[in-house]
Each structure stands twice: as C-alpha cells, then as structure tokens.
C-alpha cells in the first residue's frame, strides 16, 4: 500500500506513523515515508516496492536524479521494483497526459512522463499511478506497463464521484520473471453512493482507457479491448 499522497498528514506526522505501524502488523506491505520501502518474497522472487509523492517527507518524484539512484540501487537487490506515483492535476478535465509539469492550486505536482519513463529507465518494472481522481492512459515504455493513473475506487463522502470521478477500475497484471509486462485487465467499477464501488458491466472505465491511450500514446504496442484486456500488438510481440 502506498502512504505517498496529499493525505497521508491530515493527523500530522503521527498519524503517517501510525498508519504504517498498524498495516505492518496486518502484514500489508507499505511505503511513502521517505526512505521507507516494501521489500517482500512471491515464489523465490524479490519484489520492491517504492511510493513517491510531491508532498512533504515523502519519497520525492521532484527531484528525478535522487529517484532514479533510489530505483536503481533498490533494483540491485530486488528481481521486480514497483513503482507508485501520486502524481498529476486533479479533477475531471485531467484525464489527458500533458507531456509537462503539472500544477493544482499552485502546487507543483510534477512531469508524469517524464517521471515514469526515468524510472523504467532506471530498473522499475511496473509503474502504477494515482492522483488525478480520474483514469488516464497506459503506456508500455521498454516492456514496462505505466499506468499514468487509475483514477478513484473507494472514497470516503467529500470526494466528487460524479461522471468520469466515479469510475473506478481495477488493474490486474501478469510481468514475466525478469519483470517485463505480459497481459492485464482494466476490470471496471464504479462508485456508487452510498453503497461504494461495484462493477460495472458496460466497462466504461475501459473504455475510457483505451480511447486515452489510443489519443495520448498511439504509437505504443497495447491493444485494449472493449472489456478491459490488455496485451502487446502481435506485430510488436514478434519484433
């Protein structure tokens, strides 16, 4: 679980720790503080996992170099690293990628593109963005899947979950051993008050993903069906 976000001190530097102590003993993997990452085994495999955000004592994705050694020397000891990002303009008209730095309320909140390819760059193998309140594109970058945002799931009254704010889906993705991205599923849900979120059968969340990544990275090897799968194009499989 990621405690990287503009959230993570509304009760203060106390609360952060708090939240960390409590999912530790749960046993749920987290990060966010800064310098505090999840290292854990699945089937003989190492698996990292780093949270960054542009908010005060987190892993900062501001400053790209000292993230980028961060990744790299993580990945020295891990066969798969994780990358969260909370990142990005927030609200209804921020499903596009801007290929630039980022503001909300005069806050910068970063250069995603950037950002996520300097990661791959330095040995991340999946990137999961979140932030925007609203699903963006995907992109695979050298074999890595970036998910530039997945948007809402299960949010608390105050939070907008009207239109695209309430869509909410679910990435489920298979890497190869070294890492590398081999299939998905965006599985749609969309929140409803005051029930929270449940799946939506007419995929929409998909949907809108699959048109974001056609229109922000279409020169990338996915190919996203109309229910949500996720594979590279057989053409760029056999290169």
């Known amino acids: 679980m990621s405690l990287a976000n503009n959230h993570t001190r509304d009760f203060g530097d106390e609360g952060r720790l ?11 993997h987290n990060s966010g503080l800064e310098g505090h990452f999840a290292s854990w085994q699945v089937k003989g495999k190492q698996i990292g996992m780093i949270a960054f955000a542009p908010f005060r004592g987190a892993n900062n994705p501001l400053d790209i170099k000292t993230a980028q050694e961060t990744v790299r020397a993580f990945k020295a000891e ?22 630039a730095e980022e503001y909300f309320h005069g806050e910068n909140r970063g ?12 040995g991340a193998d999946l990137i999961l963005g979140h932030g925007p309140h609203v699903p963006r594109a995907l992109e695979l970058y050298q074999g890595r899947l970036i998910a530039y945002s ?20 679910i990435l489920n993705v298979t890497l190869y051993d070294d890492g590398e991205f081999k299939s998905g599923q965006i599985i749609s849900a969309r929140q409803m008050r005051p029930n929270g979120p449940i799946l939506d059968p007419s995929h929409a969340a998909a949907r809108l993903m699959a048109d974001l990544t056609r229109m922000d990275f279409p020169e990338t090897p996915l190919e996203i069906s109309t229910t949500g799968l996720i594979s590279v194009k057989a053409s760029a499989a056999q290169e």
Do not use: W
């Not at 708090?18 to 749920?28: E, F, K, N, P, R």
């Not at 997945?150 to 889906?169: D, H, Q, S, W």
């Open 111 to 122: 250069d995603v593109v950037l950002f996520s390819r300097s990661m791959v760059e330095a």
């Open 18 to 28: 708090s939240s960390m102590t409590v999912l530790t003993q749960a046993g749920i």
């Open 150 to 169: 997945l948007g809402n799931f299960c949010t608390y009254y105050g939070i907008n979950v009207r239109g695209k704010n309430g869509l909410a889906p």
């Open 78 to 99: 891990h066969d798969v690293v994780l990358v969260s990002m909370h990142m990005g303009a927030e609200g209804e008209q921020a499903t596009r990628v801007t290929f």
